[in-house]
């Protein structure tokens, strides 16, 4: 059996203050929507978790109602740091859930055959990641004022989510990190930790993620044109 996590109980403070990117009209209807939309249809997945900010579960109940979501799901709240809402979201899965794909909420485009995609890798691997090769020339900066060095973008991979893991795999993961007292801002991070091989996917269509204002026109584009 296979599972989604959708983590939407950050609070999106690049987007601006009092501004909560999840809860933004983009192609007729909120951004979290969307993203729902897709899990919900992805016929890898049997149930959706989905972490949210304690006060924000009638309307996520709400929003379920509203678009006829019918793929089993359930609400959990949040952590501190963005591992502590994975893990809430971990414990919520059925026992016999083999595999996860975690996914941010504020990234609504994501196919359903990448879902599949990184499934297929992590059945092979443990787990996968959606990824794009690195095409920018990228520079290192040491002040963030002036470039310290060219980096070698052969080699370098922009991640993404769906991040997708054997339950057992991300939860000794994220065992992990908590044991040595870590801060992560990615799932695979954690992998690293226990030299855990983690499969690169590419992702072939854009799937990018709400962060500033200036993602909403690309993003409303790419959600009519699917």
């Not at 983009?26 to 899990?39: D, K, L, Y």
């Not at 709400?210 to 993602?215: I, N, W, Y």
Request: some cysteine; charged content about 20%; glycine content about 6%.
């Amino acid at each position: 059996m296979n599972a989604a996590i959708l983590v939407a109980a950050g609070k999106g403070t690049r987007m601006g203050a009092n501004v909560d990117k999840l809860w933004l009209e983009v192609a007729g209807r909120p951004v979290i929507a969307h993203t729902w939309q897709r899990f919900n249809d992805a016929p890898c997945i049997s149930e959706i978790i989905i972490v949210v900010r304690d006060g924000m579960q009638s309307h996520f109940a709400e929003l379920a109602a509203r678009f006829h979501f019918q793929k089993p799901f359930r609400l959990v709240i949040g952590g501190a740091e963005r591992q502590d809402s994975v893990c809430h979201g971990l414990a919520a899965l059925s026992p016999e859930t083999e595999f996860v794909a975690i996914q941010d909420a504020a990234r609504p485009c994501t196919s359903a055959a990448l879902i599949a995609a990184t499934i297929d890798a992590a059945r092979e691997t443990g787990a996968a990641v959606a990824a794009q090769a690195v095409t920018d020339t990228i520079k290192e900066t040491s002040d963030g004022r002036t470039i310290l060095r060219t980096l070698d973008r052969s080699k370098l991979w922009a991640v993404q989510t769906p991040q997708t893991f054997r339950v057992a795999v991300i939860r000794r993961a994220l065992a992990e990190v908590r044991q040595r007292g870590l801060v992560l801002t990615d799932d695979t991070a954690a992998c690293e930790l226990i030299g855990q091989p983690v499969r690169l996917v590419p992702s072939a269509a854009p799937n990018p993620k709400v962060t500033v204002p200036g993602d909403l026109p690309f993003i409303a584009n790419l959600l009519r044109a699917s």
